[in-house]
């Protein structure tokens, strides 16, 4: 077999700006790394074919990405060894693989989650009325959250474009809807006389989601405009649930109507965990995998509170049930 070492090296670059790597770190520039990832795949995807296993082929793992992942590793260690700083590939942390999972901990954190809602959607059936006014709209949330945490698990598991933008947009439509059923219940725009209220509501919130995906799918791929989008909504219904708590204690005086405040500062410090970008312990739990994890009790904790919430309302009446006509 003849080869040529220039197109040996421009396949190299074809795949670091594969849907994989499509993110500059540090690392992508080290020479060391470049010169590993190129000698691998002229070694073991040019001049002689190494095959992949079957269960790594199953989670499109390619000669050339096995060098990549091969070479991250090998220039990590070879750096830690020496005393150097551990440096971030293709915008992500060096994670050692489980089974050819790329952020193991990630995906466990991001299926605890997704039960969570599962659960919580379990209880909701359970424990709510079928006549209940809100019953459509917390069953929806559950439906979102699984939506929302599936393709976390996903995309921690492989990381391509189409599951990076999907839990984007999966993390989007979770967000906003909070923003979305949080005044329906905290101004008791349930009830009858504000259906055309709500349905503009809705309306205007689909239209915001749409306009969303579609500035990042079709305009620009913003990082840091979805950031901000996602704090400012989340911000809001923080907001929304912090004013509700302090009004609603003080009403009942009873523990759980100050539930929401409580799980808002949860999450709010849980989410400084994001700004403290470490690299991964025994290379495999970062920050973004201890904010996934701070998350399951608070989403269990939140399907607590509509149930009690739910009861309260029940109890006092207040238009909470509908009646068939």
């Given amino acids: 077999m003849t080869y040529n070492r220039h197109n040996v090296w421009n396949s190299a670059k074809i795949f670091f700006k594969s849907p994989c790597f499509f993110h500059a770190s540090r690392g992508d520039d080290l020479p060391e790394f470049k010169a590993c990832v190129q000698t691998c795949i002229e070694k073991n995807c040019v001049l002689q074919k190494t095959p992949v296993a079957l269960h790594l082929r199953l989670l499109f793992w390619t000669c050339p990405s096995e060098c990549d992942y091969a070479c991250q590793r090998s220039i990590t260690q070879s750096r830690e060894r020496h005393g150097q700083s551990i440096e971030q590939f293709h915008g992500k942390w060096p994670f050692r693989r489980l089974f050819g999972v790329q952020e193991p901990f990630s995906v466990l954190f991001s299926i605890l989650n997704g039960y969570a809602h599962y659960n919580g959607l379990?209880?909701?059936?359970?424990?709510?009325?079928?006549?209940?006014?809100?019953?459509?709209?917390?069953?929806?949330?559950?439906?979102?959250?699984?939506?929302?945490?599936?393709?976390?698990?996903?995309?921690?598991?492989?990381?391509?474009?189409?599951?990076?933008?999907?839990?984007?947009?999966?993390?989007?439509?979770?967000?906003?809807?909070?923003?979305?059923?949080?005044?329906?219940?905290?101004?008791?725009?349930?009830?009858?006389?504000?259906?055309?209220?709500?349905?503009?509501?809705?309306?205007?919130?689909?239209?915001?989601?749409?306009?969303?995906?579609?500035?990042?799918?079709?305009?620009?791929?913003?990082?840091?405009?979805?950031?901000?989008?996602?704090?400012?909504?989340?911000?809001?219904?923080?907001?929304?649930?912090?004013?509700?708590?302090?009004?609603?204690?003080?009403?009942?005086?009873?523990?759980?109507?100050?539930?929401?405040?409580?799980?808002?500062?949860?999450?709010?410090?849980?989410?400084?965990?994001?700004?403290?970008?470490?690299?991964?312990?025994?290379?495999?739990?970062?920050?973004h995998a201890l904010w996934h994890a701070m998350t399951i009790l608070p989403a269990i904790w939140w399907y607590r509170f509509l149930i009690h919430d739910s009861r309260q309302n029940i109890e006092y009446g207040e238009d909470i049930l509908r009646v068939k006509a």
């Avoid at 598991?157 to 984007?168: A, G, H, L, V």
Wanted: charged letters at 15%; glycine letters at 4%; aromatic letters at 24%.
């Fill in 122 to 287: 379990h209880s909701l059936h359970h424990e709510l009325p079928k006549n209940y006014a809100l019953a459509s709209y917390y069953r929806w949330f559950s439906y979102i959250g699984m939506f929302c945490w599936f393709w976390s698990t996903i995309f921690h598991t492989r990381d391509f474009i189409f599951t990076e933008r999907m839990d984007y947009f999966g993390a989007g439509a979770n967000v906003l809807y909070g923003l979305y059923y949080s005044p329906i219940r905290i101004f008791r725009l349930y009830r009858p006389q504000y259906r055309r209220t709500v349905r503009i509501w809705g309306y205007v919130c689909i239209a915001a989601y749409l306009a969303h995906v579609y500035y990042l799918q079709f305009v620009r791929w913003d990082y840091t405009y979805n950031m901000a989008a996602n704090v400012v909504v989340g911000a809001l219904t923080n907001c929304l649930w912090t004013y509700f708590s302090i009004q609603h204690y003080t009403k009942l005086r009873r523990f759980w109507a100050a539930w929401p405040g409580l799980i808002v500062t949860w999450l709010i410090m849980a989410m400084s965990l994001e700004l403290l970008d470490f690299p991964p312990i025994a290379d495999a739990l970062d920050a």
